[in-house]
């Protein structure tokens, strides 16, 4: 599915990451966008906008937050105004959530409204529930056809993360409808220069700076370099940014700009190298 990929093509987006809100169930030491029960809100206009603004293609599409399903209503609102936008068969849309709030009835609705992923990004001891909805959830996904990334774990042996990426993401290209679960540990998140928000200030992180997350795929791999490697783009509510933990300000307000590729200039980068 995925397209090639021409570092000059502003219509083009790759991988869009949006965190379209704040707010919360949930109110983890552990969070890097300070998420809660109070945290910060777009209004549906705005929401609406910044969907206006994006680029006639995007090849997968994650709306995350925030936790997505405690604003049911705005989330039905984008969901449905992205699919008016950009079809199933070219635009996989995922929901990241943590599954807390999920049940038969809003997995339905999302899934009628023509959601490609569901993931799972609570199974950990940092979240409220420590993973205990997962076999709940995955008895309830499994209820409605959708199928799982589980590799062979001898096929998988010797190759780079960038093949194992490549062979999960064409699972999910194949497969219509797929689940998975994730959580909160040592390599992820809370590794390396992850942290920001809460887990920065709790310091829940591993403050390893010899942790390249510039060269992993979802921290913007290829970013600052060009060439032909996707490229993660980031939007935290209306900011939009490279997705890069350290990055400092935004690179441009959503709602007042037509995305594009980004480039270096202006951006301020935190030097790891400092921190003790
Ligand atoms: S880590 Fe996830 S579940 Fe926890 S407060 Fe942040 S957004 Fe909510």
Redesign the pocket.
């Known amino acids: 599915m995925s397209k090639s990929f021409n570092m000059n093509d502003f219509n083009h987006i790759p991988y869009l990451y949006w965190v379209f809100t704040h707010v919360?169930?949930?109110?983890?030491d552990?969070?890097?966008?300070d998420?809660?029960p109070q945290g910060d809100r777009l209004t549906d206009e705005e929401c609406l906008a910044i969907i206006k603004n994006l680029p006639p293609v995007i090849d997968r599409l994650m709306l995350s937050?925030?936790?997505p399903l405690a604003l049911r209503k705005q989330l039905y609102l984008i969901v449905d105004t992205l699919r008016e936008k950009y079809d199933k068969e070219s635009t996989k849309l995922t929901i990241q959530t943590?599954g807390d709030l999920l049940n038969e009835k809003k997995l339905d609705t999302l899934i009628e409204k023509g959601v490609n992923h569901i993931g799972i990004?609570?199974i950990d001891r940092?979240?409220k529930n420590k993973g205990e909805r997962k076999e709940l959830l995955e008895e309830l996904f499994q209820s409605r056809g959708m199928e799982t990334f589980s590799p062979d774990e001898k096929e998988m042996e010797g190759l780079s993360d960038e093949a194992v990426m490549a062979i999960h993401q064409q699972f999910e290209d194949e497969n219509t409808l797929t689940y998975g679960f994730m959580g909160a540990n040592e390599d992820f998140w809370l590794g390396g220069n992850w942290a920001r928000g809460r887990a920065y200030e709790n310091d829940l992180w591993m403050q390893d700076h010899t942790h390249n997350f510039c060269a992993m795929h979802s921290g913007a791999k290829g970013f600052l370099g060009g060439k032909d490697n996707v490229q993660e783009i980031s939007y935290s509510t209306m900011e939009s940014k490279p997705v890069l933990p350290g990055y400092k300000g935004a690179h441009g307000r959503c709602p007042h700009r037509k995305s594009g590729r980004y480039h270096a200039a202006g951006f301020e980068i935190r030097d790891f190298s400092k921190i003790e």
């Open positions: 919360c169930n949930d109110h983890c552990h969070c890097y966008n998420s809660g937050g925030g936790e943590n990004a609570s940092y979240h």
